[in-house]
Structure formats: structure tokens, C-alpha cells
């Protein structure tokens, strides 16, 4: 691209010989700066939720203050009596040290958290232990328990492999094995006991090599605090996501992130018990009065929760504060597309549960949610949610943003905070809005400057020089003819853009062409200067699946041309 010819005759001309010549209509306007995002993450349930919404509970609020550690996922802290946090890890590294769960030479990792304050933990003493998946294909960390100086870490299998491709699909493991059994360390992961079971001769019996439905796959222990001081009965109990049927089902059914239904099992924690299924004990329905069933028969498990093709991870954590039991339950789809999450509450460890909030698309891909019982507030209602992310991103062309920012694949930490039931959140501002899917884009662009991203173009948040730059996108140097791409994996009907110019009176857009997918254009005029306002486009509703961006006039006095927020909205249903 001749960029002294476009500066001479401008991008609309050049368009217009290219064949891109047809104008839309619209109408410019302008548009005050939203407020500082209000972190509400909309509660948007499926239709046929089964749950009914909480009595206490409404609503979570992301307050914007979050960490990240490691490049390693599966992180399910265990809070121990002498004040650290113990968890597994895998498919990365921690500190320099790798692990990977696939194959004959799996292994799983272990590492210990030192720190009381979310943003400034250590995680140190990392190591790994090689476990065999055969006759699967993988290994994987789940439940762990620091109790009276043993760590107990279980592991589990899946199958036929990390990426199977299906119907255009790159599924992810999308069989859920057994889970196999528990080793454990009396040094605090220094050394390990392996389990006596095998995944061909698991604790609970079950097998999946072709697929078939498993109860009780990929446990989690109930984070009952600190030593678990919060059992009811000096018990451990875990959660499992599963299935009871398998016939006829679609393809990743009852994977290591989908499935059916949750399941609740017990066991006094011993280094003789926790491998002994005889030791175990599974919820089996409620009897007279609502007084909880318990039966050593794996196969007369009842489940506490069930959605039939909308659950899956599961983890579970008791808040004294509150007295409540929080359960957090991600839905992964077809195992690589965006995921849903959603937080369910009970006054009994047995249910019945009530739902708190429906995260659509949070992540976009979170998975493995927990809460960590060492970092709930005073409040109860102020906590930390633990993940990884995005692990997928740019399987089949489609690539994930960090919503909200800071998730990455890592061990991820977001304080959030739960709403009071009849209590009024923050009203989301207009680029929160779920009607804005600038953040559900793909984002390309011509350049970056070295000190910015692209993630500030579509955060939700008008800001960046001389104030945060990570809050807007600056190029190297460009000025007219920088372009910025929005691709989208689905066909969206839009009828409103809005722009917002960087914040500092330097660098200003005074036009810009709008390219369509449809090979028509429209133009923006010049964006307000300062940020306080941006510059609204609106025209006919139209559908798009990308469209292009291209500056084509600045302000003299412009060194880096950039944006500092776009939004695009979809056209409200008649």
C-alpha cells in the first residue's frame, strides 16, 4: 500500500477505486464518556435454568483488583494449619519448571503459596510427579487437601486426546476418565506416596475408555478453611461433575468441563481411608423431614444439582461469614468455545441450591473456578475468585479476549463482590452493555506501539496518556492510514459505532473511513480531542461478521494516532 498517494488523495478515493464505493447513510452525534466501568457482571441464566434465584444473594461485582501468577493451569488451593496455601498445577510451568499431563511421561505438579494478601503471594517449592495415564491418554490434577501434615492429591484420566478433531471441532479431551485415587506426602510435597490404584483399577470402579458416562471423575474437596475447621463432622467431602446416561448423546457430552450433574461424597481423612472406597460415603437423595440420604453404593448416588448439558468443573466452598455454601460451576460448551459460569448458593452443604449469578461468556474462557476460603472478606460477601483462561485461544480461528482483564491462562485471582438480594448493584454503563460486542471481536491492527496493547480498545474503558495507558491502543508511529480490524465468529446486526480519540491533545483522528464486510463504507468525522466525548455513528441496522476502521486524516500535530475506546452495538430486536 502506497502510503504518500493515500495521504494525497486519501482513503475514501482509493476505496472507491477498488470497487469499495457504496456509501451507508448516517447520522453523527456525540456521546459523553462512560463513568469508570461499574465491574456488575450481568446476570443473564439460560431459559431453562432449573435454579431458582437466590433469596440472599443477587449479583456479582468485579472491583477491578485482581493478579496473576505462574504460565500454568489447575490451581485448587488448600488452605493448611501452619497458614500457607498447597495446590496442584499442570500443562505449564512454574518458576522454570514444566509439567504436562498428556501421554505415557505424564506429570502433575505441586507447588506451595506463601502470603496473606491476593496481590503479592509467592508461589515457591514447585515440583512434579509422573504419573501413567495408560490404558488413557492423559492425567490430570484434582482434588487436593492439606489435613494434620498429609497432602492428599488425587488425579484423573481422560481420553483419546488433547485435541480430536469432529465436524470442524478441534475438541479438548473431550471424554471424562475415573478418577484414579489419591498419593500423598507427609514432607508437604517433598516426597510422594503414589496411589495403590491404577486408571486401569481406579478407586470407584469406573471406566470411559469408550465414552461412556462417569459419576465421579475430576473431585474437588470442599474448602471448609483453614485446617477444615468448617467441616460439619470432621469429614472431608468432595463435589464431581458427571453424567448417569450416555446413549444417544452429543459428542464431549461428560468431558473435563461438560456434563450432567454434581455429585457429593464423604470420607474421614486418613492416609487409610482415602484410597479404601468402603471408606466412602455418597449422597443419595433426601428422606423424611429433608434429612439427607448417604449409601456406600456409588451406583444409588443421587445428585445434588442437575442441568442437563450445562454443567460441568465443579468446586465447592463453605463461607462462615455467611453461613452459606458456594458452588462454583462452569459449562464449557463443546470444550473449546466460550464458557459459562455460574455461582449457586445453599444453607446445606446438600442443597437444594439457589443461583447467585450466570457469567456468560466469563473468561471468555475461564475454568477450574474456586474460592479460595483463605482470601473471604469480613463481609462474606468480598472474595476472590481463583481460575486459569483461555487456554484455546486461537483454536479454529477463534481467539478469546481477556474478560475481565487479567484473565489469562495462569493462575488467575479477581476480588469480586456478591450483591445482597433487594440490594441495588451498580448500574453497568453503556460499553458494559451487553448490546456493545466490541469485546467479543477479534482484534488486528496495523501496529502497536511497544509500550501498549490492543486490549484498551475495547475494555470497556475511555482513558489511556496522560493518565493509564493501558487503557487505550497507540501505534508505532503511524499517523493517517493506521487501520484497526474487528472480526467476529458469528454474524452480528449492528446499527451504532462509537470512537473515542486519545485522551492527550497531541494526537487527534479528524476522519475516518468505516469498511464493511459487505464492501460498503461509511465515514466518521472528527472525534472530539480530549476523550470526554466520542464520536457516535449510527445508520441502518445491518449485518456484519468484520469490519475495518481506517484513519484517514489527522491533526498536524500527531505523532502516534490511536483510539482510546470503541464500541459497536447490535441493533435492538423489533
Known amino acids: 500500500m502506497n502510503r504518500t498517494w493515500i495521504g494525497i488523495c486519501g482513503i475514501g478515493g482509493l476505496l472507491l477505486a477498488a470497487g469499495w464505493g457504496q456509501r451507508v447513510p448516517c447520522e453523527e452525534g456525540l456521546v459523553e464518556a462512560p463513568r469508570a466501568p461499574s465491574g456488575v457482571w450481568p446476570n443473564e441464566p439460560k431459559a431453562d435454568c432449573p435454579f431458582e434465584p437466590s433469596a440472599g444473594l443477587s449479583g456479582i ?66 515440583g512434579v510427579f509422573k504419573s501413567d495415564p495408560f490404558p488413557y491418554e492423559g492425567r490430570y490434577p484434582c482434588g487436593s487437601l492439606v489435613y494434620q501434615g498429609v497432602w492428599y492429591y488425587g488425579t484423573y484420566c481422560l481420553h483419546p486426546a488433547g485435541q480430536v478433531p469432529r465436524d470442524g471441532i478441534p475438541y479438548n479431551w473431550p471424554w471424562l476418565g475415573p478418577f484414579v485415587g489419591f498419593r500423598w506426602s507427609t514432607d508437604l510435597g517433598k516426597t510422594w506416596t503414589q496411589t495403590p490404584h491404577t486408571p486401569a483399577n481406579p478407586l470407584f470402579g469406573e471406566a470411559s475408555l469408550n465414552g461412556e458416562p462417569v459419576k465421579i471423575g475430576a473431585p474437588h474437596f470442599v474448602d471448609f478453611g483453614k485446617a477444615m475447621q468448617y467441616s460439619p463432622d470432621g469429614k472431608a467431602y468432595l463435589v464431581a461433575h458427571g453424567a448417569s446416561d450416555g446413549a444417544g448423546r452429543r459428542f464431549a ?45 456409588l451406583k444409588a448416588g443421587k445428585p445434588i444439582a442437575a442441568w442437563r448439558d450445562n454443567m460441568g468443573c465443579v468446586t465447592m466452598t463453605y463461607n462462615p461469614r455467611l453461613k452459606k455454601y458456594l458452588m462454583c460451576v462452569t459449562d464449557g460448551g463443546n470444550t473449546v468455545s466460550r464458557y459459562n459460569t455460574y455461582i449457586l448458593e445453599s444453607d446445606v452443604i446438600t442443597g437444594p441450591f439457589r443461583l447467585v449469578n ?119 508511529g503511524e499517523k493517517a492510514s493506521a487501520m484497526v480490524r474487528l472480526t467476529w465468529g458469528t454474524e452480528h446486526t449492528i446499527d451504532r459505532i462509537w470512537l473515542f480519540d486519545r485522551p492527550n491533545d497531541l494526537d487527534q483522528i479528524t476522519s475516518a473511513v468505516i469498511l464493511f464486510d459487505d464492501g460498503t463504507t461509511a465515514r466518521a468525522g472528527t472525534l472530539p480531542d480530549d476523550a470526554k466525548t466520542g464520536l457516535e455513528i449510527r445508520f441502518m441496522p445491518k449485518k456484519v461478521r468484520w469490519m475495518v476502521i481506517l484513519i484517514d486524516t489527522v491533526k498536524t500535530s500527531t505523532q502516534n494516532i490511536g483510539l482510546a475506546e470503541i464500541a459497536v452495538f447490535e441493533a435492538k430486536a423489533n
Request: with cysteine; charged share 20%.
Open 358 to 476: 450466570y457469567l456468560k461468556n466469563f473468561g471468555e474462557q475461564a475454568y477450574f473456578v474456586n474460592i479460595p476460603s483463605k482470601f473471604i472478606g469480613q463481609d462474606g460477601r468480598t472474595l476472590w475468585l481463583c481460575y486459569a483462561a483461555n487456554f484455546s485461544s486461537g483454536w479454529g480461528g477463534i481467539v478469546f479476549q481477556s474478560r475481565p482483564v487479567g484473565s489469562r491462562y495462569a493462575m488467575c485471582l479477581q476480588e469480586v463482590q456478591l450483591g445482597k438480594a433487594g440490594e441495588a448493584m451498580p448500574e453497568p454503563t453503556a460499553l458494559e452493555d451487553r448490546a456493545n460486542i466490541a469485546a467479543t471481536a477479534t482484534v488486528s491492527v496495523s501496529s502497536t506501539h511497544p509500550d501498549y496493547s490492543t486490549r484498551g480498545l475495547t475494555d470497556g474503558f475511555v482513558g489511556g496518556y496522560p493518565g493509564d495507558i493501558s487503557k487505550e491502543w497507540c501505534t508505532a
Open 253 to 297: 457430552y461428560n468431558s473435563w468441563i461438560t456434563g450432567d450433574e454434581i455429585y457429593l461424597l464423604r470420607v474421614t481423612p486418613s492416609i487409610e481411608n482415602m484410597n479404601d472406597a468402603s471408606k466412602y460415603e455418597f449422597f443419595g437423595g433426601t428422606g423424611a423431614g429433608g434429612k439427607a440420604i448417604w449409601t456406600k453404593d
Open 61 to 126: 461485582r468485579f472491583t477491578g483488583r485482581h493478579a496473576e501468577y505462574t504460565g500454568a493451569d489447575t490451581w485448587y488451593p488448600s488452605w493448611a494449619e501452619d497458614g500457607n496455601l498447597y495446590s496442584p498445577w499442570t500443562d505449564g510451568n512454574v518458576n522454570g519448571l514444566g509439567s504436562g499431563s498428556g501421554g505415557r511421561d505424564a506429570t502433575t505438579g505441586h507447588a506451595t503459596m506463601l502470603g496473606d494478601d491476593p496481590l503479592n503471594l509467592q508461589v515457591i517449592n514447585q
